[in-house]
T-cell receptor, first 113, second 111 residues
Framework: DAGITQSPRHKVTETGTPVTLRCHQT?????MYWYRQDPGHGLRLIHY???????DKGEVSDGYSVSRSKTEDFLLTLESATSSQTSVYFC????????????FGPGTRLTVT | GQQVMQIPQYQHVQEGEDFTTYCNSS?????IQWYKQRPGGHPVFLIQ?????EVKKQKRLTFQFGEAKKNSSLHITATQTTDVGTYFC???????????FGGGTRVLVKP
């Protein structure tokens, strides 16, 4: 498996609280992605990064922000968590875009009560 | 925006039988990738198809990319219990740098 870790692996939080999820890679890959996975929706892209301090929105970015201050770390922040953000969050990395596969981290299960 | 649809959403298969899952994109794709996610696990890359009409095989799995590069299929022969999981296709448009995932086909195998 590619060197990708996510922390925390599980989190329960209350509505309205801020939450930060961390993705860490040891592969020195340029591209990093945050997805959420919900039943019936597959994997939906939240935000992605194409380099340090370079990020862009995905299809479900509302309510989320990201930061990448180092190549190896990509942070996902929920400024004020809502119950609709209860999901499994996956981080992924890739060396490039075209013809490059993505490697996924183990996931973080977030429950917002 | 681009949409990728997969059918069926669920597939119950008797061990030893064959089945096919289909993937359709609303736009022409640059390439398509397939991933497998075991229950409780994370998606794992299986294969990528780039050329129109391309067919690739991995043991009992056969992947095909449509001539128009808007659809793809995964055919599994002689299904085994190790095939249990959810199979996702993911398409990339020529002008984009993101993958759009289909909803997945969840495969359950009856021994």
């Amino acid at each position: 498996d590619a060197g990708i870790t996510q922390s925390p692996r599980h989190k329960v939080t209350e509505t309205g609280t801020p939450v930060t999820l961390r993705c860490h890679q040891t592969e020195n890959h340029r591209y990093m992605y945050w997805y959420r996975q919900d039943p019936g929706h597959g994997l939906r892209l939240i935000h992605y990064s194409y380099g340090v301090k370079d990020t862009d929105k995905g299809e479900v970015s509302d309510g989320y922000s990201v930061s990448r201050s180092k190549t190896e770390d990509f942070l996902l922040t929920l400024e004020s968590a809502t119950s609709s953000q209860t999901s499994v969050y996956f981080c992924a990395i890739s060396a490039g875009t075209k013809i490059y596969e993505q490697y996924f981290g183990p996931g973080t299960r977030l429950t917002v009560t | 925006g681009q949409q990728v649809m997969q059918i069926p959403q669920y597939q119950h298969v008797q061990e030893g039988e064959d089945f096919t899952t289909y993937c359709n994109s609303s736009t022409t794709l640059s390439n398509i990738q397939w991933y497998k996610q075991r229950p409780g696990g994370h998606p794992v890359f299986l294969i990528q198809l780039v050329k129109s009409g391309e067919v690739k095989k991995q043991k009992r799995l056969t992947f095909q990319f449509g001539e128009a590069k808007k659809n793809s299929s995964l055919h599994i022969t002689a299904t085994q219990t190790t095939d249990v999981g959810t199979y996702f296709c993911a398409g990339q448009e020529a002008a984009g740098n993101k993958l759009t995932f289909g909803g997945g086909t969840r495969v359950l195998v009856k021994p």
